[in-house]
């Protein structure tokens, strides 16, 4: 049987809040909507931040109370402290996202706090969350190096993800925030995670700031990892990590992966609608390649000449 493999869609979020424009409420939703009748399995449909630092998505609570809910699809939002994990649980959400930095620059840049106060105030989140459904996933951005640093160590990586553990996360979220992370890299550190933590749910998360985003998705891949973050058009980026540039793209991601016979659950010609309708959205060109290639089953007539008849 075919292994099955989960992606979640994080363009409404990761991708949206670096946009120069802020994408209006009810296009936010509508694309929402049409992203959850493509098989994702998940969709980060925005986040839970100050809206003073995160302008783009100061819509939160109508993005999330306006959407409809597809059965099977989980909605997560992104949640760095205690105010923002309220915030999610009043629109119900079925997971919440924390974020916190590897890095002590990158976190104080961020978020302002470094990966000790952020595990402080996600001890508090987690007390809040008691006797609640809601699943609890942690996002460890600059896991494979940060802009400001450079090399994160991967020992201090394993720290953080076995301490987020004990606190009580339920799953966590490798993150390349900037794009500086390399195949092998990618596939010793997620080796590792999964060989420590067999029943912890374990998401990779690629920027292709560098052009090694996919290579980097088939790393991980190949170490075991069976969740992805990917983002629509291949939109994305940290307004606060310089040089951040987009996620890896969805519906390169999923088409790559059913060239390769694996079985994403997602109706690539759908995402593909969903794809066509963002330079419009948005105002620009987007990154991804197969919107604009095809996919590689498309074929082109020969040229008229080879069939013209003497
Ligand atoms: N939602 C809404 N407002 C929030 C909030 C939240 N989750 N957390 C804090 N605020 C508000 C406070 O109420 C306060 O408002 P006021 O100025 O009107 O009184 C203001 O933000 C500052 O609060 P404070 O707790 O001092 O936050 P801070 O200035 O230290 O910033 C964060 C910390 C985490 C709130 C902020 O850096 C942030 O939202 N960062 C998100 C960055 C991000 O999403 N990056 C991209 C994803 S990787
Ligand atoms: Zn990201």
Redesign the pocket.
Known sequence: MTKRLYIQDVATR?GF?IEPAFVPTEDKIALIDRLAETGLAKIEVT????????PNLRDAEAVMRGIHRVPGVDYTV????V??CE?ALACEVDEINL?MSASDTHGLA????TPEQSLEQFKAILEVTRGSEVFVNASL?TAFGCPFEGEVPEPRVHELVQRLLDIGVQGVTLCD?TGMADPAQVERLCREVLERHPQVVFTAHFHNTRGMGLANALAALNAGIDRFDASLGGLGG???APGASGNICTEDLVHMFQRMGLDTGVDLDRLLACAASLPELVGHEIPGAILKAGKAARRYPRPAWMDATA
């Open positions: 990761d809040q986040s839970f931040t100050s809206p003073k630092a995160i992104l949640v760095p402290n105010k923002g915030r974020v961020n978020l302002r706090m951005s925030t940290c307004p606060y």
